[in-house]
């Protein structure tokens, strides 16, 4: 259900952990780039560029900013971005930075296939947002509820397909210490075409160390950026 992990499946299953596969550099599950430096230019079509990525369209608003599908020029490939502005993560009120860091720090420490993965936090005190690259998910939301609180069905074998891949990504959660904290449909995503489901939007999660919750002062600790270069040095995801 909603906001926990602890809904149980009707269906038993055998899920092996899929979190400890190796990562090999330049691939798409490869360590999270910190960046201090935001390059701002405008492509040849109009389109707003930073950093060597391309904003093509827009995907999606929520409380936090706006989610672009984005072209990686380096990679060859499509990405998300979520566009943050800067005084939105300044909010006394809604302390949306601080969940922000809590989001960046905890998608550092989490490697899973069925993970969306964090690609690169730019963070430019002098650009006027925060820019998180992540993997595009193409297919989006694994079931959009209609005006009536109902989805479309789904088949017993893709429920269970979809359920494994799940359960395999929460055990490996909790393993590393995190809750996700907002378990539903709009934060799992899916590719079809792939037949993979992913947990995303980590910024309400809480982590833990041997079962005690760490206070997420600590956990922004662990956010550093390299001194030198600080747009192209990697920072290991942990």
């Known amino acids: 259900g909603s906001g926990s992990d602890s809904t149980r499946l009707s269906v038993m299953i055998d899920c092996p952990d899929e979190g400890s596969v190796r990562l090999r550099p330049g691939s798409d599950r490869s360590e999270m780039v910190l960046s201090r430096s935001a390059m701002m230019t405008i492509d040849e079509e109009g389109n707003d560029m930073v950093n060597g990525y391309t904003l093509w369209q827009e995907l999606g608003r929520g409380a936090a900013g706006v989610c ?17 502005p800067r005084c939105r993560t300044m909010s006394e009120s809604h302390d949306l930075r601080a969940e922000l860091l809590t989001e960046v720090a905890i998608m550092k420490k989490l ?16 650009a006027e947002a925060v820019y998180l690259v992540m993997q595009y998910v193409p297919d989006g939301p694994i079931a959009k509820l ?25 055990q490996y959660m909790h393993r590393k210490g995190v809750m996700h904290g907002d378990i539903k449909p709009d934060n799992i995503l899916v590719d079809h075409a792939k037949r993979s489901c ?25 956010i550093t950026y390299p001194p030198s270069n600080p747009s192209l040095s990697a920072v290991s995801g942990g």
């Open 198 to 222: 992913y947990f995303t939007d980590f910024g309400v999660s809480r982590t833990f160390n041997r079962g005690v919750p760490m206070d997420p002062a600590n956990l922004h600790e662990v």
């Open 68 to 84: 672009f599908l984005a072209f990686d020029e380096r990679a060859n490939g499509t990405k998300a971005i979520k566009v943050i």
């Open 111 to 126: 490697r899973h296939k069925h993970i969306v993965t964090i690609h690169e936090c730019i963070d430019d005190p002098e």
């Open 146 to 170: 209609n005006d009536d609180g109902k989805c479309a069905p789904m088949s017993l074998t893709t429920v269970a397909h979809y359920g494994a891949q799940l359960a395999s990504a929460l």
